[in-house]
């Protein structure tokens, strides 16, 4: 599809994009008409299922959803094949390709380990500083936590509160307010080098 490649041919790349997007929508149509399943999500090469199963000891009801789907997808194909990337138990899906999920997985003696996977969030990049990225964390932590939406609430406010005052009284180091940006060329060869505080301090300097 890059015009500039050696091998560039429109209709070819046009023709990979249309059968992707077919069969990832053949895809959710198994999981929601032929398993009866709901797709929460779908991106790309990839959908999410919310199969409903809140009780951690029903870990292997989930497994044995997700191998159903699995099997009925790969009986349309021949050498395309799909597999089960992973289970989460709860979400914050913000937008498309940004979530945080709280991930579970079965050990070989049977026991359940949770993690976290971030994609695509704010707190993740290298532009913010210290302490945006440890208050999103928290507020992150609360939220994926299970908890009642009261408690919840309750818990941010207060730790937000807390934060106001530490950073009012002077309480918080100055390493925590700092920003890491990188510069792509010579400072001078900004245009727009006011609008951008990073090149703005590097000129300074």
Same mark, same amino acid.
């Given at each position: 599809?890059?015009?500039?490649?050696?091998?560039?041919?429109?209709?070819?790349?046009?023709?990979?994009?249309?059968?992707?997007?077919?069969?990832?929508?053949?895809?959710?149509?198994?999981?929601?008409?032929?398993?009866?399943?709901?797709?929460?999500?779908?991106?790309?090469?990839?959908?999410?299922?919310?199969?409903?199963?809140?009780?951690?000891?029903?870990?292997?009801?989930?497994?044995?959803?997700?191998?159903?789907?699995?099997?009925? $997808?790969?009986?349309?194909?021949? /050498?395309?094949?799909? *597999?089960?990337?992973?289970?989460? &138990? +709860?979400?914050? %899906?913000?937008?498309?390709?940004?979530?945080?999920?709280?991930?579970?997985?079965?050990?070989?003696?049977?026991?359940?380990?949770?993690?976290?996977?971030?994609?695509?969030?704010?707190?993740?990049?290298?532009?913010?500083?210290?302490?945006?990225?440890?208050?999103?964390?928290?507020?992150?932590?609360?939220?994926?936590?299970?908890?009642?939406?009261?408690? $919840?609430?309750?818990?941010?406010? /207060?730790?937000?509160? *807390?934060?106001?005052?530490?950073? &009012? +009284?002077?309480? %918080?180091?100055?390493?925590?307010?700092?920003?890491?940006?990188?510069?792509?060329?010579?400072?001078?060869?900004?245009?727009?080098?006011?609008?951008?505080?990073?090149?703005?301090?590097?000129?300074?300097?």
């Amino acid at each position: 599809g890059f015009s500039f490649s050696r091998f560039f041919a429109q209709p070819i790349a046009a023709l990979v994009t249309a059968m992707g997007r077919e069969t990832l929508q053949r895809t959710v149509d198994i999981a929601q008409e032929s398993v009866g399943l709901e797709v929460i999500y779908g991106d790309t090469d990839s959908i999410m299922i919310n199969t409903r199963i809140c009780d951690m000891n029903q870990i292997s009801q989930v497994y044995d959803l997700g191998q159903k789907v699995k099997r009925e $997808v790969n009986k349309c194909y021949k /050498t395309l094949e799909l *597999e089960i990337d992973g289970i989460f &138990r +709860s979400m914050l %899906l913000l937008k498309k390709k940004k979530y945080a999920a709280v991930t579970v997985n079965q050990g070989s003696d049977g026991s359940v380990n949770l993690g976290k996977e971030m994609k695509g969030l704010d707190l993740v990049r290298r532009d913010w500083c210290i302490q945006s990225k440890d208050t999103g964390r928290y507020v992150l932590d609360q939220i994926l936590a299970g908890e009642d939406r009261e408690t $919840v609430v309750t818990n941010i406010h /207060t730790h937000l509160e *807390e934060l106001a005052k530490k950073m &009012r +009284s002077g309480e %918080l180091k100055l390493e925590k307010y700092v920003i890491t940006k990188g510069l792509s060329k010579h400072p001078n060869d900004y245009p727009d080098a006011k609008s951008q505080a990073h090149v703005h301090v590097a000129k300074m300097m």
